[in-house]
């Protein structure tokens, strides 16, 4: 691994590349494309939140004016998995918002009104909208066909799957603790709030081949689902990422791709759809409401002795709720000898989730974060200092099984009590929260490109839509790695078609895999330099070094030559055996977990149920900070998230299962005015398995949020509120109660 | 779905015989001034074929006018506008903060307190400010103007007094004699926005002793209208508005409201912090008054 000292561009805090693009509009968005004779294609959805489809009948939308193609469930092949089902329903429409059928006019206007041409018939059925319904004896079934755990010895039921973590002996564990602390903690769906709504525009050649352009985290996943939708061969399909307004894991699967390509096959024109924000909040996929509960004990000296947690997740329409992380992440930070974790994926009829930052860590680990500040209160211990006590460090054995290498929870436990915001005292009349959070981050697959023009201009092309800054952080790690300046370098995403396959930007890979790729791909660049000079100089490859961007021979090797700069050896790369370019894929190992400590001082307005938050300071690992303004920007843009969750964030349904905030009006993300300065101190533990000590830093911002605000509130009111969000009237009504 | 035309009358005579006009052609006229709430509804519940009568061209739309006795407030006139009036601001704060809650700088641009009356939305957050400092409507008629007190003008939601072919031209406000002020407050979950949960405006006018002589109290958003309050205002006038008169007035608001319960807040969340705003902003009235 490169040491620190020696680093010249990584650290630093250029311009992003995409900025100007951004900032002057001129940055082309998944709803910005137009093309000559394209048609506008809508879709249909569902009124009702649980229905059988009795029939759907399209001729009136077909036979209306400028309408060239209308489509329901029957028009997909054969037997359709859950993602097609998503896509578009076929024998039950399983939440309000879900497509039942689509078209395509000239204008958009005609779309509308041959939306409303179609006729469908629905036997209306009961909607299951909560954990508690949905997990009751003798509960209405979301999907009659499913079993638990697919086990068909048992009757069906709404629980989809289960996970279990288990160590020690629970039991005995607890019989040997001083203080229990108890308690049952929910937190609604959520939606990510991406500003940008979905969108694509798709269009099929004579030949059959397939072109799509959208907003997305991953155009080879939207390739490859839509192909799988289609039952169309991969490679009959290219797929061009636009910018992205956001994403936070919620553009990660596909909704309207495999329609637009439908009907352009059908009609032989471009099909664009957008969704209104409307369709965004309905029909797209938020994160899971949970039903939590949480037990923890220690001894009088704060050494946890045993912890368990139970938790259910609403996976929406079909399974998938991320128990897995959920239970992976809910006593990763602590040294616990005895434990028991078990998680449930149930559905409901609400949307079917989709990732969103950290998925699924936020609920469990807000349960428990709760739990331990109520911990530190029955034993008298500063919230930190409880935690330091048990804190994981290296080689602590994590719930899920690894071995931790080293990580920086410690560090950012440490950094948090000395911070200038923690030794202020706390303001008066308010409270003070304090919680942890973690992310284990992910590797997966990832290529790059490198080229040299002739004038040395470096070019990276990699396939990681740039969802958070990234083009600026490869176009630093390879300026480090070549030893070039940043301006040398630019970076860019390129099509399904121009570079080679990426996983999808999530579990904050792309900085540490993708990044790994493009060193790698810039190591190549310098072994053919070294190797080109050597040509030149007429000596062994061996015997030639690459530092600070030149060539150079080996110390004590005996050559007069001067050094050959990349630009050197560009120009003349036709006589040295052609043009540079360096490439690299692999499939990452040893991505870094990457822990947080956020503490915030907050102030309840006790007759109003209104929380203030007047200070919130984000503490976290970054391995590596490659550009510390970005990775600064997730912390508070993963802080505000999470505090909009803690604080009003809900998806609100009425007795019908319709969602009625489904607008950004009543579906408050927190504005500007709202949110204090977030205080951020990035700590640097370096990843040992990633070149330049990399983890991931985008998703661990969003998990620690939600206890903090809900300890801050705690310490004010002298009670615990366990449910979010933290709403005016949820306070209010809980104030009341206590003070009867 | 359909067509739209525009039309942008320059004087109140010429709007109205432009709205007389297309009502004689069986269209639908709607007057049109920040477009703030128009357009909004034009694009989702709203959508029908109309012809939009720009008021933001009327001469008489646009007048500002601080008289010694009295203060005129055109219809057509920007929040940004009145908002840069310190002179404004220094006589009628609570209406003039009141417009300042409405959107965002960007939307001030164009929002009119006009528009919020007329759209008589429950939540409109200058009407009770409105109600609270005694201000009159002008409206503009084929048998020239007539005058309508505020809280007599909202009908029910979305609904008011004016007839197809009439417009608001703006508001006569007394203005503010000795130490008199006023003061809005309204309760969202956000800092800005958003949507009255529940709104409350106070003018009280005090004597040399700090004695409250007049007071009038306006609450929004706990019923189909804003309501007037007299026994908010009757708990004030006679005391120095202390604490036990902030307490019975902030009962008096209590007792009144009509809220509902919906996504923004229930019944009874209303009624409590309805009672809570007027309190406070009856304070503020006060404390402005004082500061005379
Ligand atoms: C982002 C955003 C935030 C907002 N925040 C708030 C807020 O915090 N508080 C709040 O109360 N409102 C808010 N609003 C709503 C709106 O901005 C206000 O109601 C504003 O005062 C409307 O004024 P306008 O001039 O834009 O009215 P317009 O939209 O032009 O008109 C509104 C209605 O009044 C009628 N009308 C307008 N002028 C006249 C006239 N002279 N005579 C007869 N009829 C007339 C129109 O026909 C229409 O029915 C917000 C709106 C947006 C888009």
Same mark, same amino acid.
């Given at each position: 691994?490169? $040491? ?283 994160? %899971? ?79 428990? $974060? ?236 006790? $007759? ?101 605000? %809900? ?30 | ?47 029908? +074929? ?71 939305? +429950? ?103 804003a309501l007037v309050v007299p026994d908010a205002a009757a708990a004030l006038v006679g005391t120095t508005v202390d604490d036990a008169a902030l307490a019975a007035a902030a009962d008096a608001s209590s007792a009144l409201a009509k809220p509902i319960t919906d996504k923004r807040g229930t019944v009874e969340y209303r009624r409590k912090v309805v009672g809570v705003l007027t309190k406070r902003a009856a304070a503020i009235a006060r404390d402005r008054a004082l500061a005379l």
């Amino acid at each position: 691994m490169a $040491e620190a000292v020696d680093l010249k561009a990584i650290g630093t805090r250029p311009v992003r590349p995409d900025g100007i693009e951004k900032v002057t509009g001129r940055a082309a968005f998944g709803a910005d494309l137009h093309l000559p004779n394209m048609l506008h294609g809508k879709v249909l959805r569902s009124p009702y939140a649980h229905a059988r489809i009795k029939s759907v009948d399209l001729t009136r939308a077909r036979a209306a004016e400028g309408v060239l193609a209308a489509i329901s469930g029957a028009d997909f092949p054969g037997n359709a998995s859950d993602l097609g089902k998503n896509v578009i329903a076929r024998d039950k429409v399983l939440y309000h918002g879900h497509a039942v059928a689509a078209v395509a006019a000239k204008t958009q206007l005609q779309a509308d009104v041959a939306l409303d041409l179609i006729e469908v018939e629905y036997e209306v059925l009961e909607p299951v909208m909560s954990l508690d319904q949905a997990m009751a004896e003798g509960a209405t079934l979301v999907n009659e066909t499913q079993h638990t755990n697919g086990d068909t010895s048992k009757p069906p039921s709404n629980v989809a799957a289960t996970q279990r973590f288990e160590r020690g002996d629970l039991e005995a564990g607890f019989a040997q603790a001083d203080v229990i602390v108890e308690g049952e903690y929910r937190v609604p769906m959520a939606h990510q709030g991406y500003i940008e709504p979905h969108a694509c525009t798709a269009t099929v050649n004579e030949d059959g081949k397939a072109t799509v352009w959208c907003c997305t985290q991953g155009h080879f996943d939207v390739r490859s689902l839509t192909a799988q939708v289609l039952g169309e061969r991969v490679g009959n399909i290219k797929v061009i990422p636009s910018e992205i307004g956001g994403g936070f894991g919620g553009k990660t699967t596909i909704y309207l791709e495999p329609l637009a390509v439908k009907m352009s096959q059908m009609t032989g024109r471009p099909v664009k759809m957008t969704m209104s924000r409307e369709d965004v909040f309905r029909a797209t996929g938020p994160t %899971s409401g949970t039903w939590c509960k949480a037990k923890i004990g220690a001894k009088k000296d704060g050494t946890f002795t045993a912890a368990s947690a139970w938790l259910a997740y609403e996976a929406g329409a079909f399974p998938g709720a991320p128990i897995g992380p959920g239970c992976m992440s809910v006593l990763a930070p602590y040294e616990v000898p005895n434990l028991v974790i078990e998680g449930n994926d149930v559905l409901v009829n609400k949307p079917k989730v989709c990732a969103y930052r950290a998925p699924g860590a936020p609920q469990s680990m807000h349960a428990m $974060e709760c739990a331990i500040d109520e911990l530190a209160r029955k034993l008298d211990m500063d919230p930190i200092d409880l935690r330091l006590k048990n804190a994981a460090g290296e080689g602590t054995v994590a719930p899920y099984g690894p071995r931790f290498p080293a990580i920086g929870l410690r560090e950012c436990l440490e950094a948090a009590k000395v911070h200038p915001n923690y030794l202020a005292p706390v303001p008066e009349g308010g409270g003070r929260g304090v919680a942890v959070g973690f992310w284990f981050n992910i590797g997966m697959q990832s290529s790059a490109e490198v080229r040299i023009a002739e004038d040395g201009m470096v070019t990276v092309m990699e396939g990681s839509p740039d969802i958070g800054g990234s083009r600026a952080s490869m176009a630093l790690m390879a300026a480090e790695t070549l030893g070039v300046p940043y301006d040398q370098v630019k970076a860019h995403v390129g099509d399904t078609e121009s570079t080679g396959f990426c996983n999808v930007t999530g579990g904050s890979r792309t900085t540490f895999a993708t990044g790994m790729a493009v060193i790698q791909a810039c190591e190549d660049i310098i072994a053919q330099c070294r190797q080109r000079a050597a040509l030149t100089w007429d000596l062994d490859e061996e015997q030639v070094d690459w530092v600070d961007g030149e060539a150079v021979p080996k110390p004590g090797v005996n050559a007069d030559v001067n050094p050959l700069s990349l630009a050197n050896i560009a120009r003349g790369a036709g006589r040295t055996g052609g043009p540079l370019l360096g490439r690299a894929s692999l499939n990452a190992q040893g991505a870094g977990a990457s822990f947080s400590c956020n503490f915030t001082d907050t102030k309840v307005d006790t $007759e109003t149920g209104k929380v203030d938050v007047l200070s919130f300071t984000a503490v976290q690992d970054a391995g590596r900070a490659i550009h510390p303004s970005y990775v600064e920007g997730q912390m508070q843009g993963g802080a505000v998230q999470g505090i909009g969750w803690a604080l009003n964030e809900e998806y609100i349904y009425d007795a019908d299962g319709v969602m009625e905030n489904a607008g950004f009006l009543d579906y408050r993300v927190p504005v500007a005015s709202d949110m204090p300065m977030i205080d951020t101190e990035i700590i640097e533990v370096p990843n040992p398995f990633h070149p330049y000590g990399v983890r991931g830093v985008g998703e661990t911002p969003i998990v620690a949020p939600l206890a903090a605000v %809900s300890n801050a509130v705690r310490d004010q009111l002298g009670f615990r509120i366990p449910d979010l969000p933290l709403s005016p009237p949820r306070v209010l009504e809980a104030i009341d109660e206590r003070e009867g | 779905m359909g067509a739209y035309a525009y039309r942008a009358p320059s004087s109140v005579e010429e709007a109205l015989s432009t709205l007389a006009a297309e009502a004689a052609a069986g269209n639908r006229a709607q007057m049109l001034a920040g477009g703030t709430d128009v357009m909004v509804q034009m694009r989702s519940i709203d959508k029908g +074929p109309r012809t939009f009568v720009d008021v933001k061209h009327v001469a008489e739309a646009n007048e500002l006018c601080i008289g010694t006795d009295e203060v005129f407030i055109g219809a057509a006139i920007a929040s940004a506008v009145l908002n840069e009036s310190q002179e404004l601001k220094s006589i009628l704060p609570g209406l003039i903060e009141a417009a300042d809650l409405i959107g965002s700088t960007q939307i001030q641009g164009r929002a009119t307190i006009g528009g919020n009356l007329c759209n008589s939305s +429950p939540a409109g957050d200058t009407i009770p400010a409105l109600i609270a400092c005694g201000a009159v409507c002008v409206i503009a008629s084929s048998g020239g103007n007539r005058e309508v007190p505020t809280e007599d003008f909202v009908t029910g939601v979305g609904t008011n007094v004016l007839e197809p072919t009439e417009f608001l031209v703006g508001f006569k406000i007394p203005r503010p004699k000795g130490r008199t002020s006023d003061a809005y407050l309204r309760f969202i979950p956000r800092t800005e926005m958003d949507i009255a949960v529940c709104g409350a405006g106070v003018a009280l006018t005090l004597d040399d002793s700090g004695v409250c002589t007049a007071a009038k109290v306006s609450i929004g958003a706990v019923a189909i209208t804003a309501l007037v309050v007299p026994d908010a205002a009757a708990a004030l006038v006679g005391t120095t508005v202390d604490d036990a008169a902030l307490a019975a007035a902030a009962d008096a608001s209590s007792a009144l409201a009509k809220p509902i319960t919906d996504k923004r807040g229930t019944v009874e969340y209303r009624r409590k912090v309805v009672g809570v705003l007027t309190k406070r902003a009856a304070a503020i009235a006060r404390d402005r008054a004082l500061a005379l």
